[in-house]
């Protein structure tokens, strides 16, 4: 770790080797020995390349019928996997990750670190957030990270589905100055007057509207309570919460509440707090300051470092400070299979078998970054031949 100045500005960068997958290549060879697509007829047999660190990423399988004459020649076929991500949605790669002293906006430090490396740093666990601290300088001062709070992203009980409620939107109306999120403590939804939305507590007690999907009709209850008892009275009661998706279903819920004398009902909308990195990840961590966030000035919705204890505040996302950037280099592993059969392994139909096999194997075991080629080598015997000529050398295939 050193520090560095250019054009008037200076970073530090730390690298850090991070290896997240559900399944290593080696549970990804077990996964192929018991899986349908070898039978007791195969004899599955595998064998490092080499020696050594250098050699460890290359594997060759090799597949042999076992009732079949060693000494008989046959086609000789290599299928070469190439997986670039391990794991639905997660990848084995080298992160990198810089303190920026330039003053920015969270937006422009989120594109200057798109423009320049990766994206704003995702704090995935306390170890991540430490390597920070020590990266950063020892002054009272703070720095953006990737996390922000989407005010307008929100979703109905009945669906879970996220989709954006702005203050233009057609018929899902904000009251004047809604959503504020005051205290940042303003997650769920309510009617105010009828017609208008309001952001509350969640924890508040207020009557409310159900849904029942049976009877395509709107039932309001009249006892107050919190937003979460509300919605499980629905469901059990109902269907749920009521949603508002369009401005016949508006004008029917007007309709039911018209007369009722209700300041606040709470409907289905809802949304999570703090659940946004810049990179599209997922992070739970958590590492907030005493009393933050507080959102103290209604427009606090993006997250600083504190440099000297580590801590997280929320932010006017205007503010300039310094910021956090990461880098992530994706590594790429390549399998190598060679095959042998009694089976005409020129013929496309028999490889396309064999490819949605595998295919459908590695899709199970959570892999969706991976490619297939087949490639036609020598015979097993001349293979055997050549082999007993290596002396232990390690060939490596990226």
């Known amino acids: 770790m050193a520090w560095s100045g250019t054009a008037g500005f200076s970073h530090v960068s730390v690298k850090q080797r991070r290896l997240q997958s559900r399944m290593s290549l080696w549970n990804f060879i077990l996964a192929l020995r018991s899986s349908s697509l070898f039978s007791s007829d195969w004899t599955l047999a595998s064998r490092m390349q080499g ?27 290599s299928l070469k996997i190439s997986l670039g991500q391990l794991g639905s949605g997660v990848k084995n790669f080298e992160l990198e990750y810089h303190f920026v002293s330039q003053l920015k906006t969270w937006t422009e430090a989120q594109s200057y670190c798109r423009e320049h ?32 709070n989407d005010r307008y992203s929100w979703k109905w009980s009945m669906e879970g589905k996220l989709f ?31 017609t208008q939305m309001n952001d509350r507590p969640c924890g508040a007690s207020y009557p409310f509207l159900c ?21 499980s009275y629905c469901r059990t009661y109902h269907t749920d919460l009521t949603s508002i998706r369009s401005k016949e279903e508006k004008s029917i819920i007007t309709l039911t509440l018209n007369g ?70 994706t590594k790429q592993t390549v399998v190598k299979m060679k095959l042998q059969s009694e089976a005409d392994m020129h013929s496309t139909e028999i490889q396309q078998q064999v490819s949605q096999q595998l295919s459908g194997l590695m899709l199970s075991e959570g892999l969706t970054d991976f490619r297939i080629r087949w490639r036609k080598v ?18 490596t295939e990226v």
């Not at 290359?58 to 076929?77: D, H, N, Q, W, Y």
């Not at 601290?133 to 009272?140: E, G, R």
Request: aromatic letters at 16%.
């Open 51 to 77: 020696r050594g660190v250098r050699c460890a990423r290359a594997l060759s399988l090799f597949l042999t019928p076992a009732r079949f004459p060693l000494g008989r020649r046959f086609p000789l076929f």
């Open 117 to 148: 490396f990766t994206d704003l740093v995702t704090i995935y666990n306390s170890n991540i957030n430490q390597l920070l601290f020590s990266m950063a300088p020892n002054v009272d001062d703070y720095a953006w990270i990737g996390l922000y």
């Open 164 to 194: 954006n409620v702005g203050s233009t939107h057609e018929f899902l109306i904000w009251a004047n100055g809604q959503p504020d999120c005051v205290n940042a403590n303003e997650y769920c939804v309510a009617l105010q007057g009828q």
């Open 211 to 231: 849904y029942n999907a049976s009877s395509t009709s709107y039932i309001l209850v009249m006892e107050s309570r919190s937003w979460s008892a509300a919605q």
């Open 260 to 329: 009722s004398g209700v300041q606040y009902v709470w409907i289905g909308l809802y949304r999570d707090p703090w659940a946004f990195w810049s990179d599209n990840t997922t992070s739970t961590l958590t590492n907030w300051k005493p009393y933050e966030p507080n959102n103290l000035y209604l427009d606090e919705y993006c997250v600083s470092f504190h440099l000297i204890s580590g801590k997280w505040s929320d932010g006017w996302c205007g503010s300039r400070v310094r910021f956090f950037c990461f880098t992530a280099v």
């Open 378 to 395: 020598q015979s097993y015997r001349d293979d055997q031949s050549k082999k007993q000529d290596v002396d232990g050398g390690c060939k």
